[in-house]
């Protein structure tokens, strides 16, 4: 299922990402000791071609003696090291795996070998009093690096706002490993840019140091000053089959060349996200926290011109067709400033 170990294999942080499969042989979960006792969790390529977590992690161990530095670990780090089978190809998933970050507890889909490991890997974590858990994941398109929370609560805010001041909290979708860790510790999701950008690795590797470095984490409110919390309202997804593609003529949907610049930009009502083939209906699916169709209230065709309905906050538009495909083309977000003074409930 995987492999548990407790020691980083001999030459291991020389390798990049699509190297990993051929040392490791698949999902692994190394266990390092440090001078604090409750670990770190970091989990890295969730997705495949998704390497930022890879490239942080080995450029933060090699400073530690785990790593062949010379300082001690401050805190132990349990280390997943995610779809190696994926990344070996660069792909986010291989035809016929599910997406890792959508199989952990909770999760909505049919359940496979992969969700039986994400249990156990959160079982693994819950009785090593796991102090805080880090998800660590590239964008497709042009976003600022954010941080994701599942919870309104001070303490995963206050890890999330290390990060970025721009922080994103969402319910769906479910089964994504910070979601279920954050049962268990506060817990954030790291979007660190684009593939490729050594900001992000830098960012990344910085961030989870840290971590590394807390003794505690605060329990004082987190000052409105300090983050700009977003809600993700809806997840809009391209139907099967819909065709699409951008700047382009003959299909069903013809998206804007330069649709991913609305990417976290507050957008009015009647912006357009480019034009429709076809005059029946809104070609998306547009489904709420509750699972409910809700792509009139977000989408509507004038003229032949796909529109925004009401004002609202694009996150993740990409070019990249295949992510498209097997994700979403974006998720819709509004300000969620005021609910920080409910920042001690779960919400």
């Known amino acids: 299922m995987y492999a548990e170990l407790y020691e980083l294999p001999e030459g291991l942080l020389d390798l990049t990402a699509g190297k990993l499969h051929a040392m490791l042989g698949g999902p692994s979960l190394i266990h390092l000791q440090g001078r604090r006792e409750a670990p770190l969790f970091v989990s890295v390529l969730m997705h495949g071609n998704e390497d930022v977590g890879w490239e942080a992690v080995r450029h933060l161990l090699k400073k530690y003696q785990p790593g062949g530095g010379e300082q001690e670990l401050p805190r132990s780090l349990s280390l997943f090291i995610g779809n190696t089978s994926a990344a070996e190809v660069n792909m986010r998933r291989l035809a016929g795996q599910p997406d890792y970050n959508r199989v952990w507890p909770g999760s909505e889909l049919p359940p496979t070998a992969e969700h039986a490991m994400m249990e156990s890997i959160v079982d693994t974590m819950a009785h090593k009093g796991v102090f805080a858990s880090v998800d660590v994941h590239n964008n497709t398109g042009l976003n600022p690096h954010y941080a994701c929370v599942n919870v309104v609560r001070t303490e995963s805010l206050h890890l999330a706002a290390m990060f970025s001041r721009t922080v994103v909290y969402f319910t769906r979708p479910k089964g994504v490993q910070s979601m ?53 309202v809806a997840i809009v997804k391209i139907p099967p089959e819909v065709s699409f593609g951008f700047g382009c003529k003959n299909y069903d949907l013809c998206l ?86 409910d920042a001690g409930e779960n919400l």
């Open 256 to 341: 804007l060349d330069d649709l991913e610049v609305l990417n976290f930009r507050e957008i009015p009502a009647g912006t357009s996200f480019g034009r429709v083939g076809k005059p029946d209906g809104i070609p998306l699916d547009v489904k709420n926290e509750a699972n409910h169709d809700v792509a009139t209230r977000y989408f509507a065709v004038a003229h032949g011109e796909l529109l925004t309905r009401t004002p609202v906050m694009p996150s993740m538009l990409t070019r990249n067709e295949a992510v498209i495909r097997q994700d979403c083309l974006c998720y819709l977000m509004e300000r969620y400033d005021l609910h920080l003074e």
């Open 180 to 232: 279920a860790m954050t049962e268990l510790c506060p817990a954030v999701t790291l979007e660190c840019g684009k593939v490729g950008q050594m900001h992000g690795v830098d960012h990344a590797s910085e961030f989870l140091d840290a971590c590394l470095h807390l003794a505690q984490h605060p329990t004082h409110a987190i000052s409105p000053h300090d983050i700009d919390l977003f809600h993700t």
